[in-house]
C-alpha cells in the first residue's frame, strides 16, 4: 500500500506538470488571439509548437505508462465517483490516447492542416473550391489514418472522440436523425409564421462604445466573482480559461446591431462552467469541463435559453433603453425577443436563428461521416452540400464562398467538432428541463436578477465535477434519463408558441 501511494503521489505530481503545461499554453493562445502584435506571430509559433511538444512527451512517455498500471488496481477498488478513481481513468485514457498516433503523424496531420487553412482563407475569398480541394483531400487522408490507430466500431468514432469523449457515432448519428425529422417541418411552420415579424430593429446603429458598457454591465450582474474573469475583444469571440479563477472572455463589437451581447453572453456561459470546476480537482487532469458538446451546452443556455428569453429581457431591457434611448423604438421587451428569435432559413451557419442552427450542424455531420467513411468524394462535396441545404432548408446555395467554403473546421482537420454543437442544444434543453422543475419560480428569479439559485443548482449538477464523469455521465446524473431529443424539440415548440402565437 505504501508503494502504490508514493506511486500514486508521483503520478500526480507528473500530472500536474502536465496540466499546467497546458494552462501555459491556453494563455499564449489566448494572447496570439486578442493581444500580440502582428510581428509576434513567428516566434508564438514556435513558442507553441514547443509548449505541444513537451506536453506530448510527458503524456506519452513510458513512466507516466508504468505510474498508471502501478495505481490502476488500488483505483479499481476504489469508488467510482471518488476523484481518485476518476484521475486514474482519465489520466489512463489520455496517455493511450497520446500513445498511439504515432509522432509522424500527429506532426504531418498540425503541418498539413496549417498549410490547409491558409488555401482555405484564398479559396473562401475567391469562392474556388478547386483551390482548397487538394488541402481537403490530404486531410481526409490523414484523418482516415489518425482513425486507424484506435479500435473502432466506426472509423468517425475515433475523430468524435476527440471532442467528444466516450460518445459513439452511432448514438449520436440516432438522436440527430431523430432530431432532423421533427426540425424540418418546424422550420417550415415556424418561419412562414414568424416571416412578417419586424426585426429592423437589429439593422440599426448602435455606437460600439454604448454597446461596450451594456456588455460590461450584463456580464458583470451575472453571477460569477468579479476577480475571476476578464472580458477583452477580438475577431472571432471565444472564451479561454487558465484556471478555474482566471476566466478569459472576448466578444466582438460591429456598429450595427447588438450580435455582441449575445456572443458576449455565449461566452460567459462557456466561463461560468470553467469556473465552477470543484477547487478540490485543481493541478489534475479533471480540473476542465469534460466535452465540447457539454461546454456548448453551457454557452448556449446563456445565449439562448436565458439570453433570448422575455424573463431575461424583464431584467435587462432598462439597461437597453438607457444605453440606447434613441436607437430603439418604444418597444418592450416582448417585441424585443420577437425580433431577436426570428426564425428565417438563410445560409451562413454562424448568423443561423436558434431554430434553423442544427439543420446547417446536421448536414455538416453527414457530409463529413460520408467523407471519412469513404462514400464521398471531396471533389464531389460541393454539389452534395448544395443539394442537401435546398432540401433541409430550402435554398438554393449562390457559391461557394457562402456554401462549402464558410467554414474553417475541415481546414483545420477537425472532423468530428460539428456535431457537439448540436449536442449542445439537445444538452441545453434537457438540463434546461430539470432545473425549472428543481427551481419552479426561475422565470421570476431571472426577470428579477436573482442568478445565484441557478448558479449552484448548475454548479453542483454539472460544473463541479470537471472531466470526472462524461458529457453523458454528466447528463444522466442530472435530468435522470440519456441524452434525447424530446426536451429540446419541446421547449422549441413552447417558445415560438408563446412568442408568435
Ligand atoms: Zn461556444
Redesign the pocket.
Known amino acids: 500500500m505504501n508503494g502504490t501511494s508514493s506511486s500514486f503521489d508521483e503520478l500526480k505530481a507528473r500530472l500536474a506538470e502536465i496540466h499546467y503545461l497546458g494552462q501555459a499554453k491556453a494563455l499564449l493562445d489566448w494572447d496570439e488571439r486578442t493581444m500580440m502584435p502582428p510581428g509576434g506571430a513567428e516566434a508564438r509559433a514556435e513558442q507553441l509548437a514547443t509548449l505541444v511538444r513537451v506536453h506530448h512527451e510527458k503524456l506519452a512517455s513510458e513512466e507516466l505508462g508504468r505510474l498508471i498500471a502501478e495505481v490502476e488496481p488500488f483505483g479499481e477498488e476504489l469508488h467510482y465517483d471518488s476523484d481518485e478513481a476518476a484521475l486514474i481513468r482519465v489520466a489512463k485514457r489520455d496517455h493511450e490516447k497520446a500513445r498511439r498516433v504515432p509522432v509522424e503523424l500527429r506532426g504531418a496531420i498540425a503541418r498539413a492542416s496549417s498549410i490547409a487553412e491558409h488555401a482555405w482563407r484564398e479559396a473562401r475569398a475567391r469562392s474556388d473550391f478547386e483551390h482548397f480541394l487538394p488541402h481537403l483531400e490530404r486531410n481526409v487522408y490523414l484523418k482516415l489514418r489518425y482513425a486507424h490507430c484506435f479500435e473502432r466500431d466506426d472509423v468517425y468514432d475515433p475523430l468524435l472522440d476527440d471532442y467528444e469523449p466516450g460518445m459513439k457515432t452511432a448514438e449520436v448519428a440516432q438522436v440527430l436523425s431523430d432530431l432532423k425529422e421533427a426540425l424540418v417541418p418546424l422550420v417550415a411552420e415556424v418561419s412562414e409564421r414568424t416571416a412578417t415579424v419586424d426585426d429592423s430593429v437589429l439593422g440599426r446603429r448602435f455606437p460600439v462604445e454604448r454597446q461596450r458598457e451594456v456588455v460590461r454591465r450584463m456580464l458583470g450582474a451575472l453571477p460569477m466573482p468579479s476577480d475571476s474573469w476578464r472580458l477583452d475583444e477580438t475577431t472571432h469571440p471565444f472564451q479561454l480559461s487558465m484556471s478555474p479563477t482566471d476566466v478569459r472572455l472576448t466578444t466582438r463589437y460591429e456598429e450595427h446591431g447588438l450580435a455582441s451581447i449575445f456572443a458576449g453572453l455565449?461566452e460567459y456561459g462557456?466561463g461560468l462552467y470553467e469556473n465552477g470546476v470543484d477547487p478540490a480537482l485543481d493541478g489534475t487532469p479533471l480540473a476542465k469541463p469534460t466535452s465540447l458538446g457539454l461546454h456548448?451546452s453551457q454557452?448556449r443556455m446563456w445565449e439562448n435559453l436565458i439570453g433570448r428569453s422575455v424573463p431575461f429581457w424583464q431584467g435587462f431591457y432598462g439597461l437597453l433603453t438607457e444605453a440606447f434611448p434613441d436607437e430603439l423604438d418604444g418597444g418592450g421587451p416582448e417585441d424585443f425577443c420577437r425580433a431577436v428569435n426570428k426564425v428565417q432559413p438563410s445560409l451562413i451557419r454562424i448568423e443561423a436563428d436558434e431554430l434553423t442552427y442544427d439543420l446547417h450542424i446536421l448536414l455538416r455531420f453527414e457530409l463529413e461521416r460520408e467523407l471519412i467513411g469513404g462514400t464521398l468524394e471531396p471533389r464531389d462535396l460541393p454539389a452534395a452540400w448544395n443539394e442537401r441545404v435546398r432540401s433541409y432548408l430550402g435554398i438554393e446555395v449562390p457559391d461557394d464562398a457562402h456554401g462549402v467554403l464558410q467554414d474553417v473546421h475541415w481546414a483545420d482537420a477537425a472532423f468530428g467538432y460539428f456535431p457537439t454543437y448540436s449536442l449542445g442544444n439537445l444538452i441545453a434543453a434537457q438540463l434546461w428541463e430539470a432545473v425549472r422543475s428543481a427551481l419552479p419560480d426561475l422565470d421570476d428569479q431571472i426577470a428579477a436578477g436573482s442568478f445565484e439559485p441557478l448558479r449552484e443548482w448548475l454548479r453542483e449538477s454539472v460544473h463541479r465535477h470537471g472531466r470526472k464523469f462524461s458529457a453523458a455521465e454528466v447528463v444522466e446524473r442530472a435530468t435522470g434519463k440519456p441524452i434525447g431529443v424530446e426536451p429540446y424539440l419541446d421547449y422549441l415548440r413552447e417558445k415560438y408558441e408563446a412568442l408568435y402565437e
Open positions: 455565449h462557456h456548448e454557452s
